[in-house]
């Protein structure tokens, strides 16, 4: 095996540019590559959305004398109805499968995965780089569906039929036909990757590294591969159908010609439910691996942990139906579907009982990732409770496709993608790219993020709540909402305090990347496999493979010490301080 490695590391020495960074066969490589697309395509998603706000709190029509309602400005109505319509479609499209999955899964699980796991690299290289070059091409198709003629994709990003089906109902033709092709490419990507994460955590394990010694954050990958594999397979199979519906005069979801538009909606849910724990698992995952850490004790109910997960995501699978309630599907089976919504909440407030059980008693300290850790938790709470209320087929006849529901999904989404994704970059940055962040900065950006979201998202549930509804260009046409205008302005307002709270972020990640102090090998004492080896991280991973002892969450030494080894490498347990 050192043997290889050496081969392998002269290899790499005199590898050109081209093959060392852009067609990369590194895990850690395309971990990084996925990194910085996702933080782009985060770019396009978010202006997009501030676009959005802009319309709905100046609308071209706002009612002078209306309360305290401003007349309409210069920046009134300068977004046109059919492209307001694209804006959001692609906001959500975009947020959801290029900056939620190739943030959490694509950077963090191809650069983590195999090292925590102790392997050298991903068990198909090859493969996984192709997954980076199919998901940039699907982000091109994706962007380019605003440059064609007839514009971009309108119909949200449920792609809901009829109105996806037929391109006489949006009039976009090419546009809504790159983002099927788009999504499609999407969903290839990550059957490769997701091929690639179980395989290497199947066969590549270090010796000693049993299954129920895996770092959380492998199994949270890992559920999240199951539970994307499991699922889109119906969805692209109805991808296809909507696409020959679109291109060659087919019906399947045309009532018109025979066909169902109700089925598209159970085929996009089947899969949009699980989807949306793909997304959850991972950004939950980093928040395992962070409470420990800054804790300096193990996780509590490691196994519980992990049959918890599996139970929700085999009931994943069995709640789709709830997003259709007032669909008019068959009323009896409104009630089923009610009982699993309701039942998935029993194993979230499990894992969330382990973590207040991890802290609890723990030497707390409040580094920048463990407040990224716990500002994830609770905000996903909020957006878990809100979940019961939509489940609950009465109430979500008010609620649904209001602002409340859009409320609910982003304390869902948000946490999971952003404040989980930034807890995972504060925290492995330093493995990454052999810097610290900066702490001062880190915190006034946590501090700046979480009140402006919350600023962002409260009022939006007071909307939903007074019946504004989602996907709706101009708020003013309807008179029972323009006593709530200010509202929709405070948002707005709040938004744009939220987007300036990032400038610290973007400071903060180049400033440390080139000029930040130097990181060593285990900064924060951690005892997972990826600390483990050294900073930079040689391009085998690890001169030779450790063997595993013990699990990794065995944080009883003080916290301070100098010359922490992970423990899980020693082979007796390392004596309690
Ligand atoms: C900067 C923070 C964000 C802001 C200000 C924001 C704002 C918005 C707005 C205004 C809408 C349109 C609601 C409507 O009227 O229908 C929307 C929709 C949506 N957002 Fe966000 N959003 C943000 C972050 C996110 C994130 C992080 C995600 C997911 C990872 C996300 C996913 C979605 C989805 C799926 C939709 C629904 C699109 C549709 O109706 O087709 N958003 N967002
Ligand atoms: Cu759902």
Known sequence: MAEQATSEVQHTEQMSFVRKYIFSVDHKVIGKQYLFLSLFMALVAGTMAYYVRWQLAWPETAVPGAGWIPEPTAFSGIIPPEFYNALVTMHGTIMVFFVGMPLLLGAFGNYLLPLMVGARDMAFPRLNMMSFWTIFTASLCMIASFFVEGGSAAAGWTGYAPLSADPIYTGVTWGLNLWIIGLALEFTSFLMGGINFLTTTVTMRAPGMTMLRLPLMVWMQITAAVLFMLSVGPLVAGAILLLLDRTVGTGFFLPGKGGDPLLWQHLF?????????????????????????????????????????????????????????????????????????????????????????????????????????????????????????????????????????????????????????????????????????????????????????????????????????????????????????????????????????????????????????????????????????????????????????????????????????????????????
């Open 269 to 577: 849910w089947f899969f949009g439910h699980p989807e949306v724990y793909v997304v959850l698992l991972p950004g939950i995952g980093a928040v395992m691996e962070i409470l420990p850490v800054f804790s300096r004790k193990p996780i509590f109910g490691y196994r519980t942990i992990i049959w918890s997960t599996m139970v929700a995501g085999v009931l994943s699978f069995l709640v789709w139906a709830h997003h259709m309630y007032v669909s008019g599907m068959d009323p009896n089976l409104v009630m089923p579907f009610s009982i699993t919504t309701i039942l998935i909440s029993v194993p979230f407030a499990v894992i969330i009982f382990a973590f207040m059980a991890t802290l609890w008693g723990g030497s707390i300290e409040f580094k920048t990732p463990m407040l990224y850790a716990i500002g994830t938790v609770t905000t996903f709470i909020i957006g878990g409770v809100t979940g019961i209320f939509n489940g609950s087929p009465p109430v979500d006849i008010f609620i649904h496709d209001t602002y409340f529901v859009v409320s609910h999904f982003h304390f869902t989404l948000f946490p999971s993608v952003f404040l989980g994704g930034f807890a995972a970059l504060y925290f492995w940055f330093p493995k990454m790219f052999g810097k610290m962040m900066n702490e001062t900065l880190g915190k006034i950006h946590f501090w700046w993020t979480m009140i402006c979201f919350n600023l962002v998202f409260i009022p939006m549930f007071v909307l939903g709540m007074g019946g504004h509804m989602r996907r709706i260009y101009n708020p003013m046409q309807y008179d029972f909402l323009k006593p709530m205008q200010g509202i929709n302005q405070f948002i707005t307002y709040s938004a744009i305090l939220l987007l300036l709270g990032q400038i610290p972020f973007i400071v903060n990640f180049f400033w440390s990347m080139f000029g930040g102090k130097k990181a060593g090998d285990n900064p924060w004492n951690a005892n997972t496999l990826e600390w483990a080896t050294t900073t930079p991280v040689p391009h085998e991973n690890f001169d030779t493979i450790p063997t595993v002892y013990h699990g990794p969450y065995d944080y009883s030494l003080p916290n301070q010490n100098e010359d922490w080894q992970p423990q899980h490498l020693e082979k007796e347990p390392a004596a309690v301080a």
